[in-house]
């Protein structure tokens, strides 16, 4: 990769702790700048982030995401200001309001105005890490006589939200430091990046400021056929098991009738049916899988689109943690 290459840590909760921090501590070693810990239905991010600190000496490290249901926002401002003041390089904070799959299933809590709360709480958020008195009085959160007991951060902490469709993406670029993007091909960025740089104008801001990540499931392996397999399975489970956003987003991106299809083959237990159009149709315009050099090919098209700042290396959830590291080692060589 010509980037400076970031790391998503797997989704799939891996045979304990120490797996995780060994990764981690293993992308240190290979030149990885960032690590991104996701909060799905493994180990939360937060205790995991917190570990890793005592392992690695430099790297930066981020959420993404923790969602906005499940903490409040002056818990995740507290939560951002003491993984800061332990992360031994820069740290950020990536929220954003997931989906009714995971806080209505999952956390049994009403998905409700996902984008107003997503503000709010970034709002809220800057507010309570400035280190100063909140008082705050929005449509969904209000907040009096709030401060931080412990210092401030020197610098303040930035913000990155989540989103995949259009006013996602515009709010992200109206209140976030940073946005993060998930299963999107070269034309859907194109795309979204006009939403992030409008909702950008609106707020006042320039877009050039505000730092554009994109998640890419990625696997190589020596087996070709099967590292393009686990991440078409990989692909296959979000857009037929994850709710409706993921298939609504890549719907929307062009691919119309092919997700229907896909969807529609998956939810019915036609899943090798489902997995096959995805290797054939979709799988090289939203993933890099196959041998090394595929993988890296791939990457570098996307890293040529204007307007992406970094890619983190993410991986598909039925990989082996051999064939997790062995795709960590072989993008940067």
């Known amino acids: 990769m010509r980037r400076d290459p970031e790391v998503h840590l797997p989704v799939a909760a891996q045979p304990n702790i120490e797996t995780t921090l060994d990764f981690i501590e293993r992308a240190e070693d290979l030149g990885y700048g960032h690590v991104w810990a996701p909060e799905t239905w493994g180990r939360d991010a937060v205790s995991t982030l917190a ?16 969602n906005v249901y499940a903490r409040s926002p002056a818990l995740l401002g507290q939560t951002a200001v003491t993984l800061a003041e332990l992360s031994p390089g820069p740290f950020r904070l990536g929220i954003g309001p997931s989906g009714p799959a995971v806080i209505e299933s999952w956390h049994g809590l009403a998905y409700e105005h996902p984008l107003r709360r997503t ?3 970034a709002e809220i958020i800057r507010a309570v890490t400035s280190g100063e008195v909140v ?13 931080l007991r412990c210092e401030a951060p020197d610098e303040p902490i930035p913000v990155d939200v989540a989103g995949m469709g259009p006013k996602a993406v515009e709010l992200a670029g109206f209140v976030g430091d940073g946005w993060h993007a998930l299963m999107m091909t070269p034309d859907g960025l194109d795309t979204r990046l006009q939403d992030l740089r409008r909702g950008a104008k609106k707020g006042g801001r320039s877009a050039d400021a505000i730092r554009v990540t994109l998640s890419m499931t990625c696997c190589a392996l020596d087996d070709a056929h099967r590292a393009r397999r ?6 296959g489970f979000y857009l037929g098991s994850m709710g409706p956003f993921y298939a609504r ?6 691919y119309e009738e092919v997700v229907e299809e896909i969807v529609t083959a998956w939810r019915s ?9 995805i290797e054939t149709e979709l799988l090289d315009d939203l993933a890099a899988a196959g041998d090394p050099t595929q993988v890296r090919t791939n990457l570098e098209r996307f890293e040529a689109i204007e307007g992406i700042d970094r890619i983190a290396v993410s991986f598909p959830r039925g990989a082996e943690p051999a064939e997790t590291i062995r795709t960590l080692e072989s993008i940067v060589r």
């Open 51 to 66: 570990a890793a600190t005592s392992r690695v000496e430099e790297i930066g490290l981020g959420t993404s995401i923790l």
């Open 119 to 121: 503000r709010e709480t």
């Open 135 to 147: 008082d705050y009085d929005g449509d969904i959160f209000s907040l009096e006589g709030f401060r």
């Open 230 to 235: 686990l991440v078409a399975e990989h692909i």
């Open 249 to 254: 987003s890549l719907a929307g991106q062009g």
């Open 269 to 277: 237990d036609h899943r090798a049916e489902a997995v096959e159009r």
